[in-house]
């Protein structure tokens, strides 16, 4: 399954758990965010793993933003907000983002937080 705004992000059962990867290759989106969070430039990635291209980058951003986005970041009215369809779409949400969030935790604990 291809995520419709960003095409590059896939995700299949049999790769990587499930997880969101790089174009059905066996990178967790996880996996790149952490090594650019590292401090490694895209050019040491690349070169480390020839696979990646300059995009896949940009795709992985752009796929942890839309995951972080408040639901309808939009201004919204006060009625829409109060109602129960909203309510109900923002809890599920926030709750695929907390499960998200704990997957990546378990995979990959922070020793030294700073």
């Known amino acids: 399954m291809n995520f419709p705004a960003i095409p590059r ?3 299949h059962p049999a790769i990587c758990e499930g997880q969101p990867t790089v174009r059905g290759l066996r990178y ?10 590292s401090g490694q430039t895209t050019d040491e990635i690349l070169a480390q793993h020839p696979a990646l291209e ?6 992985c951003l752009a796929f942890a933003a839309g995951r972080l986005k408040p639901l309808g970041h939009v201004a919204e009215t006060k009625q829409d907000e109060k109602s129960e369809q ?4 923002r ?19 922070v020793s030294n937080p700073v």
Not at 54 to 59: K, W
């Open 9 to 11: 992000i896939t995700i």
């Open 86 to 89: 909203w309510l109900l779409g």
């Open 91 to 109: 809890q599920g949400q926030w709750l695929a983002e907390q499960e998200f969030l704990k997957q990546l935790w378990e995979r990959n604990p």
């Open 28 to 37: 967790p989106v996880w996996q790149v965010l952490e090594w650019l969070a």
């Open 54 to 59: 300059p995009e896949d980058f940009r795709a």
